[in-house]
């Protein structure tokens, strides 16, 4: 039980904070895009555990086939979420404008102009 609670409170944590990290990442052109995409993977997502469960749910070890497919994504989301920078505005908010001109200029290709104007 203590799993599946760690699992919903992972993907819940997932769900909150996606798209608010791909909204500060995002150029302004294709936000709308990114967390569109964002949440059709997440439907699909669900689609394609629940089919799972589906034919499963006869076998007697079917649930230990689903809690551990389940750790793929996870896993893979640890691996991810070690390689993306913090955004921008966070940098800039507490005081690291140079910093944060690099990872604009690394994820967009702009030289951070917004920076100048915000602050």
Known sequence: ASCYCCS?????????????????????HLRGAFN??????????????????????????????????AGIPALLLLVGAACVPET??????????????KVLHMIRGTDGEWLKLSL
């Open 88 to 101: 921008p505005s966070h940098m800039a908010e507490r005081g690291d404008v140079e910093k944060a001109r």
């Open 8 to 28: 919903v409170a992972g993907v819940g944590i997932c769900v909150q904070c996606g798209p608010l990290f791909l909204s500060e990442l995002a150029p302004y």
């Open 36 to 69: 569109t995409l964002f949440q059709s993977f997440m439907t699909t997502g669900i689609l394609a555990a629940q089919c799972i469960n589906y034919g499963y749910m006869d076998y007697e070890w079917g649930w230990r086939l689903n809690l551990g497919l």
